[in-house]
């Protein structure tokens, strides 16, 4: 090493050059990677100036932030009524540990913010039928505690465990988890990027310090998702049901987050409960990395695996903190499902899922990060598997147990 401090980034890259390994990324598998890697030739000297230009002409400065309102609606159909309400914005606060922050900070601007932590309707942890529901208003450390979690989807319980620290995890909820806003520094100090100030604003990130950015699926804005439970909750193949006056619907985690990293919830929707169907026999794993104990992910990757008789028949590989959204790896699930019982199948599959990546300037690191972490996660699944069936083979062989009688 020959600059200090050293960072995980350049222990990566040392690593990689030592053992003169580059990893195939094959930017051709994402067809629109052509334009996005032409638009970021051109930032420099063309796009970005112009971008400033344009913008500095046509964006209007936002309202200065008046103290919004606190109404701390009973029950459920009285805040559905206070959503519907015209002509104004509201925000739900539950444990608050994104939204006062980011009032703070100016990128939340609302009128009206309606307080809902004593909504019973929003809480509550319980199975019913083949499937888990998770209310949007239990906070994470109730959801790590509880042992119907722990049975029937381990991973979140590992998972939350990872997420901040405990004295946030005691009021931050699961909706506050997944609606969080980007922590792109660009956009948390209120620059007039592409997410602040519109469409003809440029993103910042694509000529500065983007050390934590997206490695893949960025076009206007390269800021990855924050949410750690999103990962987790596609792998699981979860969906998120939101009410309103007109009633209830169903949004399948893989379309929940539109472009920018956004939720597909309307202004007059609150997210009611998270549902996850119960997989007998499904085996799970969470990795995640962070520079410091807690932070948001510089990636991770989350993986559940089905089985059937003792052969792997289904494979839910996602990744988080390296994308606008979370990414279904779905080349690595292809792959895993014929190769599962090789090492080097394992790793083959692992390498599958950064296939069209596109990093900017200064995370090429998180290329390979991702695979590390996604075969990490695989090999601990793969042996969560293979424990279990080496417990089952031991307890039928026991005198008195109907297979060893």
């Known amino acids: 090493f020959k600059r200090l401090p050293i960072t995980p980034a350049m ?9 003169r390994r580059k990893l ?3 930017p051709h598998a994402r067809p629109f990677n052509a334009e996005v890697a032409t638009v970021r030739a051109l930032y420099p000297k063309l796009v970005f100036p112009m971008l400033r230009r344009l913008n500095a002409k046509v964006r209007r400065d936002p309202p200065k932030a008046s103290t919004p309102e606190i109404l701390q609606p009973s029950s459920l159909d009285e805040l559905l009524v206070e ?13 608050g540990t994104d939204l006062t922050v980011g009032l703070r900070q100016g990128i939340y601007r609302t009128d009206i913010i309606l307080e809902v932590s ?20 239990d906070v994470l450390a109730d959801v790590a505690d509880s042992d119907v979690v722990r049975r029937v989807a381990p991973m979140l319980v590992e998972g939350i465990e990872l997420i901040a620290t405990p004295q946030i995890r005691n009021v931050a ?3 506050g988890d997944l609606s969080q806003e980007k922590r792109c520094w660009f956009f948390r100090s209120a620059l007039p990027c592409y ?3 519109g469409p003809t604003a440029p993103c910042f990130a694509v000529l500065g310090d983007n050390r934590h950015h997206s490695i893949m699926g960025a076009r206007r804005c390269a800021a990855p998702c924050p949410a750690d439970l999103a990962p987790m909750l596609t792998a699981l193949g979860g969906t998120v049901v939101v009410a309103s006056l007109s009633g209830e619907r169903r949004i399948s985690m893989e379309d929940f987050y539109v472009w920018s990293g956004r939720t597909s919830v309307a202004p007059h929707e609150v997210i009611l409960r998270i549902e996850v169907a119960i997989c007998p026999g499904s085996t799970q794993a969470f990795e995640k990395f962070a520079l410091r104990q807690g932070d948001f992910a510089e990636a991770s990757a989350a993986v559940a695996l089905n089985w059937q008789r003792g052969m792997l028949v289904g494979a839910r590989v996602a990744l988080g903190g390296v994308a606008p959204l979370p990414v279904r790896a779905r080349e690595a699930e292809r792959h895993l499902l014929e190769h599962w019982q090789s090492k080097d199948g394992i ?21 390979e990060l991702t695979v590390n972490l996604v075969e990490r996660a695989m090999t601990t699944a793969l042996d969560r598997a293979t424990a ?18």
């Open 11 to 19: 222990v990566l890259e040392a690593l990689a050059e030592r053992e």
């Open 24 to 26: 195939d990324r094959k």
């Open 83 to 95: 959503l519907a309400a015209p002509k104004r914005t509201a925000k739900i606060q539950a444990g």
């Open 118 to 137: 004593k909504i019973d309707a929003l809480r509550g942890i319980r199975i019913v039928g083949d499937v888990l529901h998770i209310g949007a208003g």
């Open 173 to 175: 909820t699961v909706a």
């Open 195 to 197: 997410k602040n100030a």
């Open 347 to 367: 790793r083959s599959a692992a390498l599958k899922s950064v296939f069209g990546s596109l990093p900017l300037s200064r995370n090429a690191h998180k290329v």
């Open 388 to 405: 279990r069936n080496a417990v089952r083979d031991t307890a039928s062989q026991r005198p008195g147990s109907i297979d060893g009688a």
